[in-house]
């Protein structure tokens, strides 16, 4: 942990304070410590299973929960133990772009062997999750994720907030992860990577226990590398939706919760009185995800964050800064030639000779991709065109922004998100005051069609 004293020190060596990090000025204030190392272990999905080998951060499935209070300040000492580079990018932390975890855009990679220490303050409370930001479609289809919760100020520790990190794993028989599949084109080109075991906080079919009485929030995140889960409660009990992304929102009540890859959603029950499951619909089939035990006839009040606004209101279009992005490719789309490292050439050479398959504004997508320059503190419009036959989950790094989501029943809603799912055809506009400064990412959270080349960086300064 870098001290006040070590600062001082260096500046005396003749380091002008203007050029350390601001974030190290912070260290002193570090509130949460935590030391994570990611290495190949071993874990039982349930009791009895044969142990399956996985990539893991400190052994486990998922990662440690990371759970902190917004104004804190979060150090994270990361070691490299995989034989491959890796790093940890912070889902949904409105972040320093230094510590946001992108290899080749914002850090170098974490050599095997290396560290890399993460040191952010936490702006928002909210629901966010961390994972491996390095051929993301392996390494976290392996196993490198984990949730991070930051809580409001003043919270206290609520026995009925319960975390629900599903994740569908691609299993053999032998109950290992599938290797032979991993980089399939037919995944990168189509639907992506989807798995055939179903998980909840890294188990099958877990018991989690909730109070006996007073309300419960659950917080879904799916870690999920490409497939739309879609999860509903025994006897159909109705779902009040009070954050998506984090972010609180206005309150409406739901009977499903779709979720895309990397989204998250957060349901309060008043009561949990009579909550005994949930339920993975996605398929046309029920599957049971998780059954809930009471324990404890703790009573507890709702947690302040549940009346929270959202983080900003809806910035006014009117003038914004609007930037245009086509996206089209994959199979069975209408993208016939792209521009591929400053030279165009048919989409089929490309696919068979890159192994890249999607695009931007006719050019393939890659952290050298620059969607847009725009001044710090501009609002910012989106006009995202999904040109393809698939479903794809749009990230974007740095910053939430207001979309007017189609994804829930009841119609469109006007929500705060950093994940938009958009279906074939759809235009969505995302708009956002860009008030943070550095090289962004939007990518397809669909980690096989990333990897393809749906993304690009949106530079603000
Ligand atoms: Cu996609």
Redesign the pocket.
Same mark, same amino acid.
């Given at each position: 942990m870098i001290s006040r004293r070590t600062v001082l020190t260096a500046t005396t060596a003749g380091l002008a304070l203007s050029q350390f990090p601001k974030v190290l000025f912070a260290s002193q204030d570090v509130a949460k410590s935590y030391r994570i190392g990611a290495a190949e272990g071993e874990h039982s999905f349930y009791e009895g299973a044969k142990p399956s080998k996985l990539w893991l951060y400190n052994g486990s499935a998922p990662g440690p929960a990371i759970f902190a209070t917004k104004g804190e300040i979060l150090e994270v000492i990361f070691v490299n133990h995989l034989d491959e580079p890796t790093t940890i990018h912070w889902h949904g932390i409105r972040n320093i772009n230094a510590m946001d975890g992108v290899p080749g855009l914002t850090q170098d990679a974490v050599e095997p062997g290396d560290s890399f220490t993460y040191r952010f303050p936490l702006r928002d409370a909210g629901t966010f999750w961390y994972h491996a930001h390095n051929k993301a479609w392996e390494q976290v289809s392996r196993g490198l994720y984990g949730p991070l919760i930051v809580k409001e100020e003043g919270s206290q520790s609520e026995k009925g907030d319960i975390v629900l990190l599903v994740d569908d794993w691609l299993l053999d028989e032998e109950e290992q992860i599938h290797t032979a599949s991993l980089g399939s084109l037919h995944d990168w080109s189509h639907g992506?990577r989807h798995g055939n075991f179903l998980t909840v906080n890294g188990r099958s079919q877990p018991k989690i226990e909730i109070p006996a009485e007073g309300p419960v929030r659950l917080r879904f995140i799916s870690a999920a590398n490409a497939r739309i889960m879609r999860f509903s409660l025994n006897d159909g009990l109705l779902m009040r939706v009070v954050a998506v992304d984090g972010a609180p929102c206005e309150p409406f009540d739901i009977d499903e919760v779709a979720l895309a890859p990397a989204q998250r959603v957060d349901i309060l029950l008043e009561s949990g009185a009579t909550l005994q499951s949930v339920w993975e619909i996605s398929t046309g089939e029920r599957v049971m995800a998780a059954s809930f035990e009471r324990r404890n006839a703790l009573s507890s009040g709702l947690p302040p964050s549940l009346r929270a606004m959202p983080w900003y209101e809806k910035p006014n279009p009117a003038g914004a800064r609007q930037v245009d992005i086509h996206m089209q490719g994959g199979a069975m789309g209408n993208l016939m030639s792209a521009e591929f490292d400053g030279t165009t050439r048919t989409l089929q050479d490309i696919a068979r000779n890159e192994k890249k398959l999607?695009a931007f504004n006719g050019k393939i997508g890659s952290y050298a991709l620059d969607i847009a320059d725009v001044k710090l503190g501009d609002v910012v419009q989106l006009n995202v065109w999904n040109d393809t036959r698939?479903?794809?989950?749009m990230h974007l790094h740095g910053q939430h922004f207001w979309v007017s989501s189609q994804e829930f029943e009841g119609g469109a809603r006007d929500l705060l998100r950093d994940t938009y799912l958009m279906q074939p055809g759809e235009r969505a506009e995302f708009l956002f005051v860009a008030d943070n400064p550095g090289d962004w990412l939007f990518h397809?959270h /669909?980690l096989e069609?990333?990897a393809a080349g /749906?993304g690009g960086v949106i530079s603000i300064s």
């Open positions: 992506g999607w698939w479903r794809h989950a397809c /669909m069609h990333h /749906m």
